[in-house]
């Protein structure tokens, strides 16, 4: 039996590479696990070898101590791996396989996933609608940030890539097809970006970085991105966009006038999420519903609001005693009186893999390119965490067997 390493969360501001128990296909009691998903047997799935595998926002949230995640939670929802072992009941796919791992956990036969919304499965997290790979509260499948790894409803949720040579050839860009390039991409497309659109993106981290290439691909005639951190905005400028410094100006609809000459956009993207900041001199302070509000004031009447930024019911390092649960103060009236759309929540990616997959291998999208895709060993991960909660504009590809040529 061959043995496996991962990446652990211990404590908030550390995990550490340990070796944790070999995939077989059946989900087995463990840190984080839901008493009732244990023992779940999955002869509808498959064991990866994983070949890449990255570091997520929304992995920093927990490692931050900022949800109740558990102590030895294995870590990791975006993969993409090799099959290395199929169950009895796969029928379609196949040992050797090189393929995609959507981070939400889809089932394939319940009524959201059969009217395409995979973000919101109901068969696969006893707790509630909705699951996802090595995540707090999300039913407790086992985390891929490690060299092998268990995938459940394999014939339904598995992208596999067609051509395995041309496909490694492009790896740093299509492993982006697990999470963020889809996310980005479905943020943009919530807000309703088309030919000629003026967007905002907040947030300049990966997530950002996606949205604002997406809106690119969608057509916008302008994309602004702003961010509290110059060298995140660096990266935006370096594809194309446009930029505001929310450290430096505390007044984003001045600085859109400045680029624009109006103080409003078509349409905004919120990439930040829970763990938002105050502008300005007040950017220092915690501010969860900023992002929020401040979407909301830059976005004309009858303008529509992505929000895959993550906001969660239970936050124990919050500023107060309403955030702890998810309780924030959105000026809500001003969205009514702007006739605003907003949709929320994880992203389906299976709506939109297969068609950013063939943009990735025409060459029409460079999703690495624009992340700042950046390549690492597994053992390298807990330092790659630390730079990246530092403020680092790199996406962190962990290559747990040393498959990828750099």
């Not at 999955?42 to 929304?58: E, P, Q």
């Not at 939670?73 to 379609?92: A, K, N, R, W, Y």
């Not at 088309?194 to 300049?204: F, M, N």
């Not at 976005?299 to 993550?310: F, K």
Request: net charge negative.
């Amino acid at each position: 039996m061959a043995g496996n390493r991962a990446v652990v969360y211990v404590k908030p501001g550390e995990v550490e590479v340990s070796d944790i128990s070999y995939p077989d296909l059946v989900l087995r009691d463990g840190p984080g696990v839901n008493p009732l998903n244990v023992g779940r047997k999955c002869n509808h799935g498959v064991i990866l070898k994983v070949v890449t595998t990255n570091i997520c926002g929304s992995d920093q949230h927990m490692v931050r101590g900022r949800t109740t995640a558990p102590s030895g939670l294995v870590l990791g929802h975006e993969i993409t791996g090799e099959v290395i072992e199929v169950g009895s009941d796969v029928e379609f796919i196949k040992k050797g396989d090189l393929v995609s791992v959507p981070f939400n956990i889809a089932c394939g036969r319940c009524r959201s996933c059969k009217e395409r919304n995979t973000h919101v499965c109901e068969n696969v997290n006893p707790d509630r609608a909705g699951s996802a790979y090595g995540y707090v509260d999300m039913g407790g499948w086992v985390g891929g940030q490690s060299e092998y790894v268990m995938v459940p409803y394999a014939d339904f949720q598995l992208l596999k890539f067609p051509d395995k040579d041309r496909a490694m050839e492009k790896i740093l860009d299509l492993t982006m097809l697990s999470d963020i390039f889809p996310t980005g991409y479905h943020g943009a497309v919530s807000a309703g970006v088309t030919t000629g659109s003026t967007v905002y993106i907040a947030g300049a981290g990966p997530v950002g970085l996606a949205a604002a290439h997406s809106a690119q691909l969608l057509g916008a005639s302008r994309v602004i991105v702003g961010d509290l951190i110059e060298e995140r905005l660096a990266q935006a400028r370096s594809f194309g966009c446009e930029t505001v410094n929310l450290r430096e100006h505390a007044n984003l609809g001045e600085q859109i006038d400045q680029l624009l000459g109006a103080p409003e956009v078509d349409c905004a993207v919120d990439c930040v999420g829970f763990e938002a900041h105050g502008h300005g001199a007040g950017s220092g302070e915690e501010a969860p519903a900023a992002v929020l509000n401040s979407i909301m004031d830059v976005t004309r009447a009858g303008g529509r609001l992505g929000i895959p930024g993550l906001y969660v019911t239970g936050d124990p390092g919050a500023a107060d005693d309403d955030a702890k649960h998810g309780t924030l103060k959105i000026r809500l009236g001003l969205g009514w009186a702007k006739a605003h759309t907003f949709v929320t929540g994880q992203t389906p990616v299976m709506r939109y893999h297969r068609e950013l997959m063939n943009s990735i291998l025409s060459g029409r999208a460079q999703i690495a390119k624009a992340v700042n895709a950046t390549l690492i060993s597994l053992d390298e991960a807990p330092s790659g965490y630390a730079e990246f909660d530092n403020g680092a504009s790199k996406k962190f590809v962990i290559d747990p067997h040393g498959l990828v040529r750099s």
